[in-house]
């Protein structure tokens, strides 16, 4: 069961760092491809589907799936736990950003008049994307961190089995 969370947990982190640097590569670049059309072709898109949806529902997944590693895996070596929690850190800083200084964005992007603010609309998307690599590299670094802890689980296990 311990393995578990952490696979399914480095399933759900690999996801949102992998969606992260999509959003920077594929749709940052649309948005600000065209300004004000992008923005409005965006604008158009999401009234039907969001995408901020998907970080909705598996960011505080994979935040619990951290959380329930590091719980799992207290009792084995030391260094486990301080990977999970730095990979716990990692995922942590992601949410702080988003909330601090990506959501601010999202709103001038997507609520913001479009004929009222084409200069912030414009400094918005460069903003954003600019920093998405940040928020992708923190989640790359839980992921490694996650991975290293498996790592670390697998090799203890298999010096006290040669043992």
């Known amino acids: 069961m ?16 992998m969606f992260s640097i999509y959003n920077t590569i594929v749709d940052a670049q649309s948005w600000g491809s065209d300004i004000p059309a992008s923005i409005q072709s965006a604008r ?5 589907v969001d995408p ?8 505080p997944v994979n935040e619990i799936l951290i959380v329930l590693a590091i ?9 486990l736990r301080v990977y999970f929690a730095i990979s716990f850190l990692m995922y942590t800083a992601i949410v702080v950003l988003t909330l601090a200084y990506f959501v601010h964005r ?9 004929p009222d603010h084409v200069d912030q609309i414009r400094g918005a998307v460069a ?9 992708s590299l923190l989640g790359f670094i839980g992921v490694l961190f996650s991975f290293k ?15």
């Open 2 to 17: 311990k393995k578990i969370i952490v696979f399914l947990s480095i399933i759900c982190a690999s996801g949102l760092t």
């Open 44 to 48: 158009d898109y999401f009234q039907h």
């Open 52 to 59: 901020r949806r998907f970080y909705v529902i598996v960011g």
């Open 71 to 79: 719980i799992f895996f207290w009792t084995d070596a030391v260094s």
């Open 106 to 114: 999202d709103l001038i992007l997507f609520t913001w008049s479009i």
């Open 127 to 135: 903003e954003w994307s600019h920093m998405n690599w940040l928020r």
């Open 149 to 163: 802890a498996l790592d670390t689980y697998y090799a203890i296990g298999n010096r006290t089995t040669l043992t």
